[in-house]
């Protein structure tokens, strides 16, 4: 896909004026002698949903880690809340309010569910009040399961419980890195649904996601990244809408 990168448009959550809760400015970042980022500039505003689209390569992942701590840019800057972060240290960030589920899940197999929820709250001395109920209350199947391994979990269960234990640490922005990955529909249909929730209840989410139509059906907002820049972003209505995004990206012709 190729094209002219759009002008950034408000989502109906958040005022166009609102100042952004994390901003990308021109962020690079690289592996070795590859550039994975190619200076983009991103912006969530707090009460959003926006989806970072791309196909497998496209800097999708590279642009979450980066943004979490996990790796430092070459070039750019990362501001959350007004706050540069880059170069912070991953355990720092997620102590300001950013939660990070990773591609993959990576619970603690030999830990039980109670176990790895309780975990998602380290920052804290101790687990805020409400909380832990709060989360078994989304994942009502986590509670009947929480004297279980993580391990023994069904793929579903694991992406849930992943999902709860960074919620656990109480985040004002959630990276998801592609929470659908290898899930039946059913399962991504109640993922989808979690996610909605949680950010009704006041959760800004950055969503990178393999399956583009329940990530524009669920999101505010987009961004089209392709081969590290980010060439398109619109509203999701408008970038569904899109003939270039509906042939590269939900399987449709573009004539």
Do not use: C, W
Not at 49 to 62: D, F
Not at 152 to 165: H, N, P
């Amino acid at each position: 896909m190729t094209g002219e990168t759009a002008s950034p448009s408000a989502s109906p959550s958040a005022s166009p004026s609102a100042s952004p809760l994390l901003e990308l400015r021109a962020l690079h970042v690289g592996y070795g002698a590859i550039e994975a980022l190619k200076g983009i500039d991103l912006v969530v505003r707090e009460g959003e949903v926006v989806t970072l689209l791309g196909a497998n390569g496209a800097g999708k992942t590279t642009t979450l880690r980066a943004i979490s701590g996990l790796l430092t840019p070459r070039q750019g800057e990362v501001l959350f809340d007004g706050r540069r972060i880059d170069g912070v240290p991953p355990h720092e960030v997620v102590g300001l309010g950013l939660g990070h589920v990773p591609e993959g899940r990576r619970v603690f197999p030999d830990m039980t569910v109670l176990e790895n929820l309780e975990m998602g709250a380290y920052r804290f001395r101790r687990v805020p009040k409400g909380e832990l109920e709060r989360v078994l209350n989304l994942f009502p199947v986590l509670a009947q399961r929480r004297s279980q391994q993580a391990g023994t979990l069904s793929g579903g269960e694991q992406q849930m419980l992943a999902i709860g234990r960074a919620l656990m640490g109480r985040p004002r922005l959630l990276l998801l890195d592609e929470p659908s990955m290898g899930l039946a529909p059913l399962i991504v249909a109640q993922i989808f649904a979690i996610v909605r929730e949680i950010n009704q209840q006041g959760t800004t989410v950055l969503l990178v996601e393999q399956n583009a139509a329940q990530a524009l059906r669920l999101a505010d907002r987009g961004y089209v990244l392709e081969t590290g820049v980010i060439v398109m972003t619109d509203t999701a209505a408008a970038l569904i809408d899109d003939p270039r995004v509906r042939a590269a990206y939900l399987g449709e012709g573009a004539g």
